[in-house]
């Protein structure tokens, strides 16, 4: 496999402010359907991000240390999965992959609610539940990037990516709230339960979609071995100039956000001394930056071009973060607001356009596996 000496213009492609052909009613009602289905997908795992752990401790009374366990199980399939997961979903048709995540999805909700009614719940059947409901997102996710060039076009993939990160953002902001109201309203089971119907309409959704992929193309001898595809996919992030740039400062961020993330909440209760429900809404101004940001940054991408975009969104937004530690009572509360609310913006509209870029100039048949090593490194 070759590769590039020097990185493609990120302005091909992804940034290409030509206009594409307008699309076809049956591509409009395709694109519809594919937005409903994620609509549907990404406020039940939002609300279901809550209403997993909240089971725990209002049922089976868990533990700090056991509702720690169960979030590491739902996230342990990136670190043990991510690699291989990008090699197999290239193999296969990815919107199938995605009906089929949806579907297993569908059947772990259920499962949680049945064995509350037949009282044999329990936190090793949670974790369980928890660590299987991480592997259908990672493959969920993995062909969901890997499918939207095919589906939108090379011209539309940062239109595309922008609504995208509209619904995720936007369910990132509504799920928590929906969450603990039908706990409270319902009960946790019997809101896991209403989540597998989301998921099953997801799935469903998906199916109605007309346009069919091409079925990938045979493995040539000696590339049928799972290892080295998994090396191409690597060695094509590694070795492209601009992909390797992109993963080590998505790393970095990620980084410095995981760190501000674990300190925010305790910061704002015990030094700045905030009552919890206050704590909450500030909190949301995160979320609340992420759907600004993806509702601006096409037309952003348009007027700046989306290279240029990439790197001043996080050069423009990054300082920001200053002003989080200077908040106190009072009026200083809202420099936290400001902060929160630019950094969210500013890393959104980086996603938006390193994504787009990402596929632009992977090959077909590697989104899979670029997709993976990515979500594996950062």
């Not at 949670?126 to 996710?141: I, K, M, S, Y």
């Not at 939207?148 to 990132?172: D, H, K, M, Y």
């Not at 913006?345 to 990402?358: E, L, P, S």
Request: with cysteine; proline share 7%; charged share 15%.
């Amino acid at each position: 496999m070759s590769h590039p000496t020097t990185a493609p213009d990120p302005t091909a492609g992804a940034a290409a402010p030509d206009a594409p052909d307008a699309p076809s009613p049956r591509q409009r009602r395709d694109f519809r359907r594919f937005m409903a289905s994620h609509v549907c997908n990404e406020l039940g795992s939002s609300i279901t991000y809550v209403a997993l752990p909240l089971t725990a401790v209002l049922t089976l009374h868990a533990s700090a240390w056991q509702v720690g366990v169960l979030a590491a199980a739902e996230n342990a399939a990136f670190l043990l999965l991510g690699l291989p997961a990008g090699a197999w979903i290239d193999r296969m048709r990815r919107r199938d992959v995605m009906i089929a995540a949806d579907l297993a999805r569908t059947v772990l909700l259920t499962a949680v609610p049945v064995a509350w009614l037949l009282d044999v719940d329990s936190m090793p059947l949670l974790c369980c539940v928890a660590l299987l409901l991480g592997c259908a997102r990672l493959f969920g996710d993995v062909a969901d990037q890997s499918y939207l060039p095919a589906f939108v076009g090379q011209s539309s993939l940062i239109e595309g990516n922008s609504r995208l990160e509209t619904v995720r953002s936007g369910a990132e902001l509504a799920g928590p709230g929906a969450a603990g109201f039908l706990v409270q309203l319902l009960g946790p089971a019997e809101t896991l339960a209403g989540q597998a119907v989301t998921s099953l309409t997801s799935a469903a959704l998906m199916g109605r979609i007309e346009a069919r992929e091409p079925r990938p193309a045979p493995r040539s001898p000696g590339r049928g071995r799972l290892l080295p595809e998994i090396r191409e996919g690597l060695h094509h992030v590694l070795r492209h100039r601009v992909l390797r740039l992109i993963a080590l400062s998505t790393a970095s961020v990620n980084l410095c956000l995981s760190e501000i993330f674990a300190l925010e909440t305790l910061f704002l209760t015990r030094t700045v001394g905030l009552p919890p429900a206050v704590v909450g809404w500030v909190l949301t101004t995160a979320a609340l930056g992420s759907v600004l940001a993806a509702l601006v940054t096409q037309r952003l991408s348009r007027r700046l071009g989306a290279a240029r975009l990439t790197w001043l969104s996080l050069l423009a937004a990054m300082p920001f973060g200053l002003l989080l530690p200077l908040a106190g009572h009072g009026w200083r509360v809202c420099l936290f607001v400001l902060g929160a609310l630019v950094q969210s913006a500013g890393v959104t509209t980086y996603n938006i356009c390193q994504v787009a870029y990402r596929q632009t100039v992977c090959p077909p048949h590697l989104l899979g596996r670029m997709t993976a090593t990515m979500r594996f490194l950062v």
